[in-house]
């Protein structure tokens, strides 16, 4: 992945505003709180608000109403080499009784395609409300997903992106159900998990 979240800056004065040091500007409302107290709390998308332009190696999210709030919070940024996706501090899915929803809703959220976009909306890549689609229970929508329903647009351009996705997907699933068989195995999950250190997809195990 090129791409990774990172939390946008702001300055807390006119001057430092104008020198485009940070990713976002204060409003009118902003500075004037600045002024009045040099600590007080700034509120995203009323007291600052991200710059649009972006810049050479970051860009805003998405001017639409379901980012309302996040853009002016997070932006993009670009790494200088692209990094194997990690799960370091995210809930990940647990090897006990009356887990199975929990674990595949968490399945879902993070390989499913989704989007916030209602004008993207389809069958494939549902807006993420939609991600369970007409299934009761979490499970059984990715009981559904897995039943010969991965793709999407791009895999279909791109016939060899599903099976990197299925090489990657099956690792991940591999890893949490190798640690419910060995001791070994299980200890090394309870490290893994007390320590939150990341879980690197596309490393065999």
Same mark, same amino acid.
């Given at each position: 992945?090129?791409?990774?979240?990172?939390?946008?800056?702001?300055?807390?004065?006119?001057?430092?505003?104008g020198r485009n040091s940070c990713?976002? %500007?204060?409003?009118?409302?902003?500075?004037?709180?600045?002024?009045?107290?040099?600590?007080?709390?700034?509120?995203?998308?009323?007291?600052?608000?991200?710059?649009?332009?972006?810049?050479?190696?970051?860009?805003?999210?998405?001017?639409?109403?379901?980012?309302?709030?996040?853009?002016?919070?997070?932006?993009?940024?670009?790494?200088?080499?692209?990094?194997?996706?990690?799960?370091?501090?995210?809930? $990940?899915?647990?090897?006990?009784?009356?887990?199975?929803?929990?674990?595949?809703? #968490?399945?879902?959220?993070?390989?499913?395609?989704?989007?916030?976009?209602?004008?993207?909306?389809d069958v494939h890549v549902p807006?993420?409300?939609?991600?369970?689609?007409?299934?009761?229970?979490?499970?059984?929508? $990715?009981?559904?997903?897995?039943?010969?329903? #991965?793709?999407?647009?791009?895999?279909?351009?791109?016939?060899?992106?599903?099976?990197?996705?299925?090489?990657?997907?099956?690792?991940?699933?591999?890893?949490?159900? %190798?640690?419910?068989?060995?001791?070994?195995?299980?200890? %090394?999950?309870? #490290?893994?998990?007390?320590?939150?250190?990341?879980?690197?997809?596309?490393?065999?195990?």
């Amino acid at each position: 992945m090129y791409w990774k979240p990172e939390l946008l800056t702001y300055t807390r004065s006119a001057e430092e505003d104008g020198r485009n040091s940070c990713e976002a %500007s204060l409003t009118a409302r902003g500075r004037k709180k600045c002024v009045e107290d040099a600590n007080c709390e700034l509120v995203p998308g009323e007291d600052y608000v991200v710059k649009d332009s972006g810049g050479d190696d970051w860009v805003a999210l998405e001017n639409v109403p379901a980012m309302a709030t996040l853009r002016h919070q997070w932006i993009l940024r670009r790494r200088r080499r692209p990094e194997a996706p990690q799960f370091k501090g995210c809930p $990940l899915p647990k090897h006990k009784p009356g887990a199975a929803e929990q674990n595949a809703r #968490i399945t879902m959220a993070y390989f499913h395609p989704w989007t916030l976009r209602p004008c993207w909306d389809d069958v494939h890549v549902p807006c993420a409300h939609k991600l369970k689609g007409d299934c009761e229970t979490w499970k059984e929508a $990715l009981t559904q997903w897995l039943d010969g329903n #991965i793709i999407c647009a791009e895999s279909q351009r791109c016939p060899g992106l599903l099976t990197k996705f299925r090489f990657l997907f099956l690792n991940f699933l591999c890893w949490y159900m %190798s640690c419910c068989f060995t001791p070994r195995a299980r200890r %090394s999950r309870h #490290i893994f998990q007390n320590c939150n250190f990341g879980c690197k997809l596309g490393i065999p195990f």
